[in-house]
């Protein structure tokens, strides 16, 4: 894959998406665009699936300057301070959501994309 062009038309990335099946691993490289289509793609069943596991990559996944946390609760704090704000339900303590957490995350990254144009 070439760094931070979109794997399906050539154009800037945006972030990296690493996704499984059949237990093998795919990474793609795509814009936010083509990122939002595939997570809308993917929701319902992500919403039914069993999460069995995480993976470590060592390659970023993201191509954009990172906004940090300093923790990982503050991440968390801020994912449901995000989902308040949009009116989504969002429990008052412990993990966020996959999906609260993705939106929460492909928006921080339109917002990122917006400034850098």
Not at 59 to 79: K, N, Y
């Amino acid at each position: 894959m070439d760094a931070c062009k979109d794997d399906l038309d050539g154009r800037e990335a945006d972030l990296g998406i690493t996704f499984g099946i059949d237990g093998v691993l795919y990474r793609i490289r795509l814009s936010v665009d083509h990122a939002a289509d595939l997570y809308d793609l993917l929701a319902s069943y992500r919403e039914q699936a069993r999460r069995v596991g995480l993976v470590h990559l060592d390659e970023p996944e993201i191509c954009l300057p990172a906004v940090t946390f300093a923790s990982r609760g503050e991440a968390q704090a801020a994912a449901r301070d995000w989902a308040r704000a949009r009116e989504l339900p969002v429990a008052a303590y412990g993990d966020v959501a996959d999906a609260i957490w993705c939106a929460f995350e492909l928006e921080r990254m339109l917002e990122a994309t917006e400034q850098r144009q």
